[in-house]
């Protein structure tokens, strides 16, 4: 690994990456949450933090496992599960992003009717996911090159499972790559399913909910069914962070 990359990561401190976090409008990012199941934060990295992570991809020594895609019928394209320790960069933004979301979190179980609730910090539900036997790291790294797409998922990985997780691109659409849209899809009771194609720009991050969450409705709250995946990429080289909060058996 490039000596450079490795400090540059390092040198986000913790409480540097938590200040950051903190300055975004959480309120509004609920509400776009409950409201359409996603909320994008511009800028959570700069672009040289983007180039950075991005230059990880070829070092196998960050990684624990590397999958293609269209091996297991996921579509075309790979990625890679960073191992512990994470980067420090990304270590810093899941410690960070967790406590905002599993307020978010706790609201949605609450509305449906669900018992659990997550704990304040995340080092203490990664606790209750090793205690259950899910200690593998879910943080990933996907690539993409033309022709390659996402289909529609649920990243599930064992009993325990954070409701919501968080997608940040990497590269600039229009100069890196072309195609490659974000798409959610949400599956509602007795209705068509809805579409949410999400912009993005590099360094913007998308939290978005893994599997359900709830809508009012008229007579009260409902669960819809989401998955998300990303379109065919046309040109270019595509790269994406993913933050998954829960770890995996």
Known sequence: MNPRISMAIADRTEQAVETHVAAYDWQAISDALNGYGCAVMEKLLSADDC??????YKDERHFRSHIHMARHGFGKGE????KYPLPDL???LRTAL???????????????????????????????CHDAG??????????????????????LYGDLAFPIQVAIL???PGKDFTGGEFVLTEQRPRMQSRVEVVPLRQ?????????NRPVQGTKGNYRVNLRHGVS???SGLRHTVGIIFHDAR
């Open 51 to 56: 180039r950075r992570i991005s230059a990880l």
């Open 134 to 155: 899910q200690t593998r790291p879910t943080p990933l790294l996907l690539q993409y090159v033309p022709g390659d797409f996402n289909c529609l998922h649920q990243d």
């Open 79 to 82: 990625y890679r599960y960073f």
């Open 203 to 211: 360094g913007d991050a998308v939290a978005f909910a893994v599997h």
């Open 98 to 128: 967790y406590p905002r979301l599993a307020d978010v979190a706790n609201q949605w179980n609450g509305r449906m009717g669900i018992e659990t609730r997550y704990p304040a910090e995340h080092r203490e539900f990664l606790r209750q």
């Open 170 to 172: 990497l590269s600039e």
């Open 232 to 234: 065919r990429v046309r």
């Open 90 to 92: 990304l270590g810093g």
